[in-house]
């Protein structure tokens, strides 16, 4: 029906009161009211935001904030996990060079003071002596501030320091790297034959003379030239030839054992108590049962390796000491075979090598000798 | 057609086109708020969310809690004083109670006061429109920005309890002075927690997030007294409190913590320690990480060098002219503003360890935060001589008594204009010993000996002790001509203090992650650097600039322990400086303009290190070292004590006032009193 005006004021009013006009007055009116009243309008948005509230973006200041503190976390998550893998490095190594290995420039260790006198007590003597004196470590640790022991790499290899409860410095230790490969060289065998090794070029013996002069001599000077035999016991191989080095540390002699394998050459050290050391060179000597190479004893320079390669002074004469030959006549005199024999008796022994087994033949040797 | 037909017409006509209207408004409107709805901003559930970054927390050496960055420091409502809570809603949003985000009639009300009175803009956001606007917003009004704070406000409401968006509101809101929160905001304005606010005081906080800088009580407290009148008529309004009430509040005194403790203490300190935990953590972990960071500030130390550098720099703006600040006066301030006034810097180091103990950059951190004490390199003068001495004895073995010729040089250079320095005074005096020529900070023996020395020896002694600066190994080195920081100063005239062990400067002791995990701590390790015998010879001839040389003002002052030190001015008096230092405290003090201007009495007269930066090292000191036994510096088994002639350096048997002490090392000799005196060295 098409819409016609109305004529007069009464079918306007009539128009204007039908039931459509009020009852849509009446809703508009009704809805105004009621959202006053009852909020319904921000209900009805707030439970619809609430819930598309998870597809929303996480945008603005305080997700920014959130992501910032992620990254924060982030960064220092990944500084603590490196921390307590160095931890777990450090609390599992055995020996002080291998943390020593694991530590970089910017990442120092912290170890309990038992941790450190247990690492302490596993070291070389004639190492052990270079770092600290036994006694000055106990006298330290018996004061009772001694703390915490702390390493980290820097020059001129790794520097130790014993701190008390408040981080300071009671005593700073600095082990130069020539004495962490030094350390090493005690660790685990050396590669190559004993010519490698400056120190030990002047008194080779065959493992026959030496094993042989060994057995000659009392129960307890043995076990001062071998105090610790299980290393060489758990070798595999045979030992070839013997050397004693040139060097006295803090009364201790190296002595380097070659050890042969099908494959390869191996040198593994002993420190042997001075005292002890010198009975065997001197029955050694005796014998004459040596394959010194050419070079005359008397004519060389004792040589510290540990003091960063450079020679003795007479300063340094109370800590390492050249060995002098008690006889020097007996040694020249009887010096075994030049350099040209040396190659002869490695030929012999390459072709002892096709029945070699793996085990150690000390017995075997002596036996022989 | 009637007249009143034509109007019942009209209104009909007005009824439909406004109903249509509001109809396509509303179409529009939900189009609208579709569109908007993907950019609108996830509410982080549950709302105590945004208060849980974790405070990067800064203690001091005594482990007290001096500044948080970041995070906040949340309370429960029900630890917060009712006072409070009535204030805030009374004042900001009296329907918060009842409406669910939007005040309608507020909003309707504030919409015809802007839109139809001129010049007047009302505010209609509630609680939780405030609290979406900071969560969420910048703070750029757009109608857009309104509309998405709106409807957040509209979701927050619908999901949360007003307990908890009030709890939430409370403890982000700024305050001013570094506060968030209103447990943060009662301790630093009046020394308590939230809980314990009373009505005064609540209705002044309550008041302060309007205007956090405009209504400062430190800066303004008038205003903010008549803010807080405005917050006790809202409360009286609402019906929180009687008149009685309201009136006792308005009248009741109120006990602001003092200004030096609210405001950062150590402002410049504690920016040095932001700034090196930014270097090794980077900013979100320092901001948003939660770190809790052990310093080695000691608060009342350095409160007691922000007083010495002020008082100092005072005294000295009295001495150059510059008109003191009246705080009453606005033409005054204009005019302070307009007079360049002269900058200060302190670090003091604790010599044993190379702690830290007070950073000074500046005489006012809020004026400037430029840190003068580590990130301004200046040219110390004098202040290098120790180094030059230190150097001569080292390689030429000179000793104290060793006599020289104060008399004009000329050091000729190659491929440059020959070197003629002068003495303060411009005059010379002749033959004198070292000790004496160090003492009188004789500039043309120092250039003597560094010629002899070789200033690469100068600056590899000044390296050893720590200086990090580039420093050019001329022959102008004796007299300070390459920059130095004053923190690298403090820090190497530590080494001399420490019988030549070098402790390595730090401002952290310790640094742990949220989980109290150990990020980093630091090693009390020291390095000897020097040979204690010469420095202790180098330290008995400072200790003579400090009782009767240079710096002999630090006795007349009132300082008695025993102590030594140099002076430093530079020319035209752009720089003044006195490190000095005690057997535990070594101390920098460094004076000067930021631009290159020299610093002049307002009688044209130059001043001096040994009067513009020794009395402020002489105040701080005297605080800094109360109680302190007098201690000796520790001197070495290889030294002996000499009485000898100070023109002739020979020994002298009975001693008396021109006699001068000196210190030799094992196998130096001295002059027999019989013999010639001569000159160790030879100069042109």
New interface residues.
Partial sequence: MSWSK?K??TE??RR?FSVRPVM?FIF?FAALVLE?RF?WM??A???Y??S???M????????E??Q??T???K??EK??IN?EAYRREVKKAETLNEIARSLTEDQGAMLSPDKFKRLYLKLPNTIALKIISPFELLDLYNQGEWDRT?LNKAEPGLIV?L?ND????LR?LEIPSTLLTHMEQFETELEGSLENYPRFENRIYSSISFFTALSALPESIKQGIIPKPEKLLSMHGRIQRVSISDEVIYGFIEIGFEFVTVTEKKVVLIEGEEWAVWDIINALERGGKTIQTEKKVEEKQPIDILSTGEESTGEDSEKTEGIDSPDPNSMTGEAGEPIEEMEDTDSIIEEDLEDVTPEISIEREEGGA | M?I??KI??KL?ALFYFL?CAAGICALLGAAY?FII?????????PLS??IE?PPTEIYSASQERIMLIGGREAVPLTLVSEHFINAVIATEDHRFRT????D?LRTLKALYITLFIKGKVQGASTITQQLSK?????FRQTYIRKIKEL??A??I???YTKDEILEAYINQIPFGVGAHGIEQAAKKFFGKSALELNLAEAALLAGLPKGPARYNPYLHFERAKNRQKVVLSRLLATGYITKEESDAAAREELQLRPKSLASRTGSYFLDAVIRELEDR??P????????KVTTTLEPQIQAWAEDAVEKGLSDLDKVIGIKEANKETTDNKKDLKKAERPQGALVSIDTN?GAVKAIVGGRNYFETEYNRAIQSSRRPGSGFKPFVYYAAFEKLNLNPATVMIDKPVTIKIKGAKNWSPKNFGKKNSGPMIIKTALTKSVNTIAAQLVEKTDPKAVVSVAKRCGVKSRLKPVYSIALGASEVKPFEMASAFATFANGGVRHKPFII?SVE??FG???E??????EKVLDPAITYQVVNMMQAVVDAGTARRVRSLGFVLPAAGKTGTTDDYFDAWFTGFTPSLCTTVWVGYDRKKGLRASNRVGITGGRAAVPIWSYFMLKATDGDPPREFTRPSNIEFKNVDPLTGCEVDDPNGKTVQVVLRKGQTVCQKDKQPKTNVNTQ
């Fill in positions: 109305p007069n004021i306007w009013l204007v849509l508009i006053l909020d921000e209900k948005v707030g439970s935001l609430v598309t509230n998870d929303r973006p996480q945008s603005g200041a305080i997700w904030k959130g910032q503190m990254v924060a976390r960064t220092l500084i603590i921390r702390y320091h701190l408040e981080n300071r410095s700073m | 009637s009143t037909m019942i017409q009909l109903l708020f709805l993907k950019d609108l901003p996830q509410v982080p559930d969310r945004i970054t409406h669910h985000g939007v309608k900071n969560l969420f917003f910048s409807l957040v509209i979701q409401e619908k999901k953590y980077g979100e972990a320092v901001y948003h990480g939660g770190l360890s002791k992650d949220p995990r150990i990020l701590e630091h090693l009390v390790a020291g």
